[in-house]
C-alpha cells in the first residue's frame, strides 16, 4: 500500500513538470510518464505526438531519447511518456543483416515476447518519426545498483527464461549491456535488432543452462509460440520479416521442442558477442 501511494505521488509530482523538466528528466533516465500499463504504452508509442530531445552517443546505431505524448479532444493533456526511437535511416550497414531491417526485428521481438507469455521486452512498435519510420520503444528505468556483469553468472529464472527466448529468435547479439534489471526484480531484454537470421548465429553471454533439459513450463511456452504461429503471430511476423526468417524460426521451435534441451555452443563460430558488455 505504501509503495502504491508512494508510486502515485510521483506520478503526480512529475505530471505538474514543465516541459523543459520533463525533457532533463527524459535525459536523466528516468520514465516521466511514472508507472503506465502495457495497453496504454502501446496507445501512446503507436498514436502519441513524438519529440526528440537527446541523443544516445554511445549506440552503434542512431538513437534517441524523445518524449511521446497523447492528444485528447478538446486540448485535455494526456498520458505523456520517456521512449527510445531508432529511425530505419540511422541503422548503420551490417555485412550479415539486410539493410534497414533492424527496426522490423525489434518489433518481431517484441511480438513474439508477449506471445510467449514471458513479457520479456519493454513495449515496443513500429510507427513514422520525426527522422522517418523506426522503432519506438517505451523507456525503462534500471536499477543502477545492480552489477550486470555479476549477474550474468546467476541462475535466476528470469535470465534463463531471456536465454530460452533468444535461441528461439536466434539472438546475436545478447550483450551483458543488453540486459535490463528492473527496481521491482524483473529483468527485460533490449536491443533485439540481431535477430531471426535464418543461419544460425546465437551469440549470448548467457550460456549457464547450455544442455540443461526444458522444464515443463517452458515447453509448455514454446508449444504456445508454435501454435500462435499458425495464427496471429504469424500475420504479426509476416508484416516484419522474410518468409525464410519465419520458417527458421518455425524449425528452431520445433527443435527446442524435439531436444528438450537448451542449446549448446557451436564450436565452428564465436558463442559471445564482442564486446561481451
Known sequence: MAESRADESRSQAES???????EAAALDGRQVGGEIDTETALRVLNDGELTVVGRLLSASNATFFCLVEEHRPGGEPGP???C?????????PLIDFPDGTLACREAAAYAVSEASGWNLIPPTVLRDGPFGPGMVQLWMEADETVDVAALIGDDLPALRRIALFDAVLNNADRKGGHLLPLPD????????GLCFAVEPKLRTV??????????EDEVTALSRLRERLGGTLGEQLRALLVPTEILATVRRIDGLLTNRRFPLPDRDRPAIPWPPF
Open 16 to 22: 505538474r513538470l514543465t516541459r523543459e523538466e520533463m
Open 80 to 82: 505523456i511518456a520517456s
Open 84 to 92: 527510445v526511437y531508432k529511425p530505419i535511416r540511422g541503422e548503420r
Open 185 to 192: 526484480g524483473r529483468i527485460l531484454g533490449i536491443d533485439n
Open 206 to 215: 548467457l550460456w549457464l543452462w547450455r544442455g540443461q533439459p526444458l522444464d
